[in-house]
């Protein structure tokens, strides 16, 4: 079992739609979780962190839920300019981080 | 605020030729990874250093990549010989000791094509 699971997707939503990504990881221990952002032949950039309570930014909202192992990211009312792949990333201790597969969205006019 | 320089930006070799890339981090950032990231992949962890010590090399195909960190700052991966698996993208992060991936930033990376 991979330490950080995605569904690969690609995820094909119209403007406007409401879409949500989830992300598995294997070990218990992990401490930090975070998503983020790749656009097609460039490199990663934090989008947003995930915490405990929750995350809402703008459209983004992020959750996390310990007892089964899963984070999530939901996106409102869709931009043709959230057309990217999305990576979820776990830390353990000694801030070792675990990239997931990532998750591609296109959004359509 | 300069951020992370890698070079060279692209490299095609033939099968069994060496390689290295350069990453220069981000002003005082302690941490310095090193990813591979395969097409329609995420990026796998090669190797991390904490100022220039390892902290995590497991994934590092130790019989023919190497990395090094010299005094803290700037670092090289190399590969020798190269094998047409490692056509990918390296991609260079750095972020400062205490942040981790909350503050991870990337390089351009280099995208390697092995012929």
């Known amino acids: 079992r991979k330490e950080v699971e995605q569904d690969p997707g690609p995820f094909n939503v119209p403007e406007g739609a409401t879409v949500a990504f989830n992300c598995t990881y294997s070990n218990s221990a992990s401490q930090s979780f975070f998503w983020y952002r790749q656009d097609c032949r460039k490199e990663p950039k934090l989008l947003m962190s995930v915490y405990s309570s929750g995350n809402e930014d703008g459209r983004f909202t992020a959750q996390l839920n310990r007892a089964s192992q899963y984070i999530s990211l939901l996106i409102r009312d869709s931009k043709l300019s959230d057309s990217a792949t999305y990576l979820c990333?776990?830390?353990?201790?000694?801030?070792?981080?675990?990239f997931g597969a990532g998750t591609r969205l296109f959004v359509k006019a | 605020e300069a951020g992370v320089a890698q070079s060279p930006r692209y490299k095609i070799i033939e099968k069994r030729q060496s390689v290295a890339f350069w990453c220069n981090p981000i002003s005082g950032h302690a941490t310095l990874y090193w990813y591979q990231q395969i097409l329609g992949q995420g990026p796998k962890l090669l190797i991390q250093?904490?100022?220039?010590?390892?902290?995590?090399d497991s994934q590092l195909p130790k019989d023919r990549f190497s990395a090094e960190r010299l005094k803290g700052v700037d670092s090289t991966l190399k590969i020798q010989p190269a094998k047409l698996e490692d056509s990918a993208v390296y991609l260079c992060?750095?972020?400062?000791?205490?942040?981790?991936?909350?503050?991870?930033?990337f390089g351009s990376g280099t995208q390697l094509s092995v012929l």
């Open positions: 250093f904490q100022n220039n010590g390892v902290v995590d």
């Open positions: 990333v776990v830390e353990t201790g000694g801030f070792k981080t675990i």
């Open positions: 992060a750095s972020s400062l000791e205490s942040t981790g991936a909350e503050k991870l930033f």
